[in-house]
């Protein structure tokens, strides 16, 4: 598939994953990679997966056409349509790493630490540089996991559709 070439040229020497369309490329350090962390990032691309269907009305290729006008029309960042579909991801993400056990404050201090990194610097080109915004967002999505922990709908919300 020539999209899965340039995805590989794009992806060399990156330690990303990158969704476009149904293919998932993964990082070169896959290997390397804990089953916990790979666990987290699969998570984090199905829900790309899906964002990408869902853009499309059902047709991946769609999607692909729709985001990637998007993303180029949001250039410079700030409020970008990709920041929304991170946050979607991330909090895919986030509810993975919670069930398999990473519960303790900790874990949500090392996330806002991650997410700040990721939301306002220049790997995803400064989608959405407020660190105070991110981190109520990601102390928000930490709450909404205790309580969905209370309720036992953690699995639930993993796997439903958006
Ligand atoms: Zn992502």
Known sequence: ???ARVMDRFIKGRTIATTIGNT???PNNWALMSPRAKAELLIHEARHLEQF???GCGVVWIGVVVLAVLYILALPAVFTVRAHLERQAYEQS???SYMMGNKGPEYK??????MVQVFTGR???WMWPFKRKVEQWVDTVWYKLKIEDKMELLEYNLWKPI
């Open 1 to 3: 598939m020539w999209w």
């Open 24 to 26: 998932i490329a993964i």
């Open 53 to 55: 269907r869902d853009w």
């Open 94 to 96: 986030m509810r993975a």
């Open 109 to 114: 201090d090392s996330w806002k630490q991650f």
């Open 123 to 125: 790997l995803y080109v």
